[in-house]
């Protein structure tokens, strides 16, 4: 049976709630919308068969205390995070998986601490900010927010969120982790989402960028994400690759995703 250690990483105005399993090379994988370690909960268990596999609760999410006077985050905020998590460890650098609003902190991550990212894998960033014509979409996303929660309250607006992302991939998640999702309404709308969508990398940063990457697409992506991962994989020089089904697949493929994941890993680690 896989050994797994929950903790909590003290960074003063918050804590950070992580799991960690297995043993081997130390692989960091980051979430998207809520921010959930338990979203990985099936694959993080298939690769700690030959991995130390660590997840976490972003900041603010779910097990991660939400800081006093915290109204906002930023990229490079969230990457101080992962970046403190990998060095408390010590046991980095790691290779990297971040998936949605996760592979937006990743880039950043690579960009503000290259030091500690051995490998980056970047599965469908939502760069909106680099893909023309999307603005009317995102104003009609948040007023169909701001409905849904008025209507219905926050919790469901989160599963709406969620739904529209995951599709049918959102039953697949187990109910402990979709109930704590469900509660980090405030989190994700308030302090979360207009940071990611406007965030851009520059393009000469990226360009400049050492850390070795690779980018996935889902086999059933929608033309935003398809975007936004060509106009990162190409200023990264970094080839693509695809993931079977849309946007989550880790929720109803784990073994296809832990496979695909893996054979990156294994090449990333050369």
């Known amino acids: 049976m896989q050994k797994l250690t929950t903790a909590m990483l003290d960074l003063g105005p918050t804590r950070l709630y992580h799991e960690v399993r297995g043993t081997g090379p130390l692989v960091l994988m980051i979430a998207g919308a809520t921010g959930d370690a338990g979203q990985f909960e099936p694959v993080a268990t298939r690769l700690a068969e030959r991995y130390t596999v660590v997840t976490y609760d972003r900041r603010g999410n779910s097990r991660s205390p939400r800081p006093d006077g915290w109204t906002t985050t930023t990229m490079e905020e969230q990457a101080d995070d992962a970046a403190a998590l990998v060095r408390r460890l010590g046991r980095g650098p790691a290779i990297v998986f971040g998936t949605s609003g996760g592979a937006i902190i990743t880039l950043a991550l690579v960009l503000r601490h290259p030091e500690v990212v051995a490998g980056a894998i970047l599965h469908e960033p939502p760069l909106a900010a680099v893909v023309p014509g999307v603005d009317d979409e995102l104003a009609h996303l948040k007023r169909s927010i701001a ?53 851009r990398p520059d393009d000469a940063a990226l360009a400049a960028s050492q850390v070795p990457a690779r980018v996935l697409l889902g086999t059933e992506t929608t033309p935003m994400f398809e975007h936004a991962a060509r106009w990162v994989a190409e200023r990264l020089g970094a080839p693509i690759g695809r993931l079977a089904g849309a946007h989550a697949p880790y929720f109803d493929r784990p073994d296809a995703t832990a496979d695909a994941l893996r054979a990156l890993i294994e090449e990333l680690a050369r």
Do not use: K
């Open 147 to 199: 409905e849904t929660a008025a209507a219905y309250g926050p919790a469901s607006a989160v599963e709406a969120f969620v739904r529209s992302q995951a599709g049918a991939a959102y039953d697949a998640i187990a109910p402990g982790t979709r109930l704590r999702m469900l509660g980090n309404a405030d989190t994700l709308f308030g302090a979360e989402l207009d940071a990611f969508v406007t965030w």
